[in-house]
């Protein structure tokens, strides 16, 4: 939780666990095989204190900036989301997960980063895994086979479009 | 803004979390007219980062039945069983695991163990904590947990776990109970024993 970890070796998986009102957002350049993930847990930062990779409001700048870094290139860049579920519906909750999801959509939109692929919403946990060789990204909801966002290979910049799908809730 | 525990304090709340399961532990024995056997509870005071995985393996599939606390102090309960776990405590009270009764048998046992913990506490501490009704879900262990982290913590870059386990003698059957109390509620807790001095 509130992790930020971006590679660029081949041999590298970078994997949020049990993903529930989080949001884990991954942000791949599949041409340079640049991969970046943040495990987001609240929307946004009160007081500046505390690691950036918590908060939506600066965790999105610093994993852009990391990523190229890292060798990637901004217009080249696409996003992933995963989780950002209401796991209970307690009284009073405080819906903390699409107050992530906002948030991680707005800072996004900020950084001129399109997202491609996002599985969000409703009251389940999900797994999110990129494998740094080809940047493919996948999902899984707890007991339920693995489902891939973003599809591997650098297709870039000669595939017109990137494969899109959409799962949310 | 993190607070930070002395070790006599987290000897404090572990002896809470203590006498909490030990009260549980009792009612549970009653209602099985079994033996339950209880673990010396953990007071783990922690980075945000990593409390899940001090809870257990994030993508491990759990029933979970959650009580929010209210009163005078705030806070979640909550009961964690293994599949395994679960399906022998559905046994034990003859009722099908998986099933609605099964889940409303959980929910009901998850009901009357977070109510002892809670009356445990509030004998120890002469505190008022009115258990709200009990939510149950099954699905991965982080995405339960770092939920409710996410809810308690606020703010503050560190997180307070109480962890006890529970096992019926002799039957595949453990579970795990957990204190994660909100921004102020370990103060809280600690002020009736003289120890309130939490930053945060």
Excluded at chain 1, 138 to 146: D, L, Q, R, W
Excluded at chain 2, 139 to 145: F, K, R, S, T
Excluded at chain 2, 187 to 194: E, K, V
Aim: proline share 4%; charged share 15%.
């Amino acid at each position: 939780m509130g992790e930020i970890a971006v590679s660029a070796k081949a041999d590298d998986v970078l994997v949020a666990r049990g993903l529930g009102s989080c949001i884990g957002l991954a942000l791949v350049d599949r041409a340079a095989g640049v991969a970046g993930l943040a495990h987001i847990v609240l929307p946004e930062s009160t007081d500046g204190s505390g690691g950036p990779g918590r908060f939506a409001d600066r965790a999105v700048p610093v994993l852009v900036a990391q990523v190229l870094d890292a060798g990637a290139i901004r217009r080249r860049l696409e996003a992933v989301l995963v989780g950002g579920a209401h796991m209970f519906d307690v009284a009073g909750g405080l819906n903390i997960g699409s107050r992530n999801e906002a948030a991680v959509r707005h800072g996004l939109a900020r950084a001129g980063v399109s997202i491609c692929a996002s599985a969000t919403g409703g009251n389940i946990g999900r797994t999110l895994r990129i494998a740094v060789s080809d940047c493919a990204i996948t999902m899984n909801e707890a007991g339920s086979p693995v489902m891939t966002l973003l599809a591997g290979s650098p297709s870039w910049p000669t595939g017109a479009t990137t494969s899109q799908r959409s799962v949310s809730k | 803004v993190t607070p930070r525990f002395t070790s006599t304090q987290l000897d404090a709340l572990r002896e809470l979390a203590n006498i909490g399961s030990g009260t549980a532990a009792t009612a549970l024995a009653q209602m099985l007219g079994q033996e339950v056997n209880l673990t010396v509870p953990r007071a783990l005071a922690l980075p945000l980062a990593d409390a899940v995985d001090a809870c257990g393996d994030a993508d491990d599939t759990v029933t979970a039945v959650l009580i929010p606390l209210e009163g005078d102090i705030a806070g979640v309960v909550l009961l964690l069983f293994q599949i395994d776990g679960a399906r022998a405590l559905c046994r034990l009270l003859g009722v099908e695991a998986g099933s609605e009764v099964g889940n409303s048998a959980l929910r009901e046992i998850g009901n009357i163990l977070g109510t002892s913990y809670m009356n445990g506490l509030a004998a120890m501490t002469g505190l008022s904590m009115e258990p709200s009704p009990p939510h149950l879900t099954t699905d991965m262990l982080g995405a339960i947990v770092s939920s409710l982290l996410a809810q308690t913590v606020g703010a503050s870059n560190m997180a307070l776990v109480l962890d006890s386990e529970l096992e019926v003698a002799h039957q595949p059957c453990s579970m795990s109970f957990l204190l994660l109390p909100m921004r102020g509620g370990a103060s809280d807790l600690l002020a009736p024993l003289g120890l309130a001095q939490v930053e945060a």
